[in-house]
């Protein structure tokens, strides 16, 4: 598969001469387009045994991280976080939040490097349009 990334640009306020890009996303893609496409590749697992396999996968994942364990799947690394709220020494669940970080993985890093990115154009700062909206409607 060609990997080939279009990106609209946009001046950076806080720091002169330098953009930020903005991925102009193709679409959404779900596991199960993903396995037809891996069937249509030659695949030799039915979909239905690798959707099985997968969602297996995804479950034993999730319940690795939520038991606490770092997790690294290849694609990405994926970490539990806990961000505890202590109150006079007291563990307050009303205001615990959960969350996980998760960092790309070997196989995302080189499918990465290996893309190629092409500029579609400069995007206006968000700035610049309330200004030219506050002339226009005064």
């Known amino acids: 598969m060609n990997k080939f990334l279009k990106v609209w640009i946009r001046k950076n306020l806080l720091t002169p001469n330098n953009y930020t890009a903005f991925v102009s996303i193709k679409g959404k893609v779900c ?3 993903i396995v037809d496409e891996l069937v249509n590749e030659g695949m030799e697992v039915k979909l239905e ?4 396999i997968l969602t297996r996968f995804n479950r034993k994942t999730a319940e690795l991280v939520a038991a606490g364990y770092n997790v690294n ?3 990405v690394h994926i ?3 806990k961000k505890k709220i202590l109150n006079g020494g007291a563990l ?3 205001v615990t ?3 996980i970080t998760i960092n790309p993985g070997m196989d995302l890093c080189i499918a990465i ?3 190629t990115v092409e500029i579609i154009g400069k995007q206006s700062s968000p700035i610049d349009i309330i200004s030219l909206s506050n002339i226009v409607n005064s």
């Open 31 to 33: 596991m199960f387009e």
């Open 79 to 81: 970490c539990p976080n």
């Open 92 to 94: 307050n669940p009303k």
């Open 49 to 52: 045994i690798a959707i099985d």
């Open 97 to 99: 939040q959960e969350f």
């Open 113 to 115: 490097a290996e893309t």
């Open 73 to 75: 799947t290849g694609l």
